[in-house]
T-cell receptor, first 111, second 111 residues
């Protein structure tokens, strides 16, 4: 089976940097995705990692270590609009092409 | 822009009613998915489809069925709605890179 863990809630202030961790256990890992979901809206794609290392995309970066079953999403220069839930999702070949999602981390950014 | 459209944003149904949730994508994607999202439980996979007339059970298929008669349309059916099926239902379509695009969601309340 699969297991994905991420913190339930985090808080930070505008302009700061925050790191959201995700650990996973799967039998057939084939990629890790991060999605952002604002309250009442659909999740939107942020990043994808399949090889070890850091992927940078503007203020957001995502890191993967396959040997440790670990990823993080790094958000820099936080803005109020970054207040949202951040979902870690793993593609497992044992589960076909579907993504298995963690429960999400709700980030609150205050001024 | 990629688009996934869910027919109903909000529905209220009574216990025992048959419920159809429709989802249409305009990207010619082969893979489509139905998830439900509940507080504290995150996104859970109900059913997915690789192609027309193909379907696979996800993690929580009980009480649901699906239909994929045309490539662009993937329907979720609740044969006899129950109160524990009150939830947010999210349809998604997957591109060749593995990225899911979600619809806006259908919030179903079963009384």
């Amino acid at each position: 089976g699969q297991n994905i863990d991420q913190p339930t809630e985090m808080t930070a202030t505008e302009g700061a940097i925050v790191q959201i961790n995700c650990t996973y256990q799967t039998s057939g890992f084939n990629g890790l995705f991060w999605y952002q979901q604002h309250a009442g809206e659909a999740p939107t794609f942020l990043s994808y990692n399949v090889l070890d290392g850091l992927e940078e995309k503007g203020r957001f970066s995502s890191f993967l270590s396959r040997s440790k079953g670990y990823s993080y999403l790094l958000l820099k220069e936080l803005q109020m609009k970054d207040s949202a839930s951040y979902l870690c999702a793993v593609r497992d070949v044992q589960a076909g092409t579907a993504l298995i999602f963690g429960k999400g981390t709700t980030l609150s950014v205050s001024s | 822009d990629v688009k996934v459209t869910q027919s109903s944003r909000y529905l209220v149904k009574r216990t025992g009613e048959k419920v159809f949730l429709e989802c249409v994508q305009d990207m010619d994607h082969e893979n489509m998915f139905w998830y439900r999202q509940d507080p504290g439980l995150g996104l859970r996979l109900i059913y997915f489809s690789y192609d027309v007339k193909m379907k696979e059970k996800g993690d929580i298929p009980e009480g649901y069925s699906v239909s994929r008669e045309k490539k662009e349309r993937f329907s979720l059916i609740l044969e006899s709605a129950s109160t524990n099926q009150t939830s947010m239902y999210l349809c998604a379509s997957r591109n060749r890179g593995g990225v899911l695009t979600f619809g806006a969601g259908s919030r179903l309340t079963v009384l």
